[in-house]
């Protein structure tokens, strides 16, 4: 078999363009596919990092926020049990004052019954002194005593009048 | 005429009237004194003469007020 040279050439020839063809109409645009998709994929994959990062962010601005929030409600408990141990002393102060104004009244109120008392007591000891010492008077003195005690005042009578 | 009012517990004698009504008159011989007596045994003693305003009270009674009234 002869090796026809013409045939090799056209057969190298034909190959070139088809391999020219092949790149222009197929490696080429498969590349750009390929590099487009891959681009692609970088986009996506450093958008999602952002997102991961937002969402760190959001995150902590949430944690900070609910410190935040636990505090001042905590504050506020605070605040409220203060003022009610405050409002329940000022009640109970007052109430203490109330009740020994009352006390006081009380007794000042017992101690004029008292006065009272003692000196009804007394005008009544004194009425029944009196009333005693007229009786025992009464009878302590008789007719010899009763002349005795005009002739002794007679003479005072008569110098004070 | 000048009332002398003469009260006592029980009645004086005439000894005792006539001693009073002298000794009276020696002291105002200007006036003309009349003795009133009147018996009132609630003095319990002794007299209470009244002239002119002027009262002596020397009775049981008085005395007993007065320690009443100190008490």
């Known amino acids: 078999m002869e090796i026809q040279l013409t045939q090799i050439i056209f057969q190298i020839i034909n190959f070139g363009v088809v391999l020219g063809a092949l790149t222009y109409f197929v490696y080429k645009p498969v590349l750009k ?83 009272e008392e003692l000196k009804k007591n007394e005008a009544m000891i004194k ?27 007679i003479d005072q009578v008569i110098e004070s009048l | 005429m000048l009332q002398i009012t003469i009260a006592s517990a029980v009645a004086l004698s005439d000894e005792q009237k006539k001693k009073l ?13 009349s003795f009133v007596y009147q018996l009132q045994p609630q003095l319990l003693g002794g007299l209470s003469v009244s002239m002119a305003g002027k009262l002596y009270d020397a ?12 008490l």
Do not use: C, W, Y
């Open chain 1, 33 to 115: 596919l390929l590099n487009d998709r891959r681009e692609k994929v970088a986009a996506a994959a450093a958008a999602a990092g952002e997102v991961m990062q937002e969402k760190e962010e959001l995150e902590r601005v949430r944690e900070k926020t609910l410190v935040k929030a636990s505090q001042k409600a905590k504050k506020i408990e605070d605040d409220a049990k203060r003022e009610a141990r405050e409002q329940a002393k000022a009640i109970l102060d007052q109430a203490k004052a109330e009740m020994t104004a009352r006390e006081n009244k009380f007794n000042a109120e017992l101690t004029k019954m008292k006065k």
């Open chain 2, 59 to 70: 009775s049981v009674r008085a005395r007993l007020n007065q320690l009443a009234a100190k």
């Open chain 1, 127 to 153: 009425q029944a002194a009196v009333l005693m010492a007229e009786k025992v008077l009464g009878q302590a003195i008789d007719a010899k005593k009763h002349q005795k005690l005009i002739d002794e005042q």
């Open chain 2, 21 to 33: 009504e002298t000794g009276m008159q020696k002291k105002h011989p200007q006036e003309e004194l």
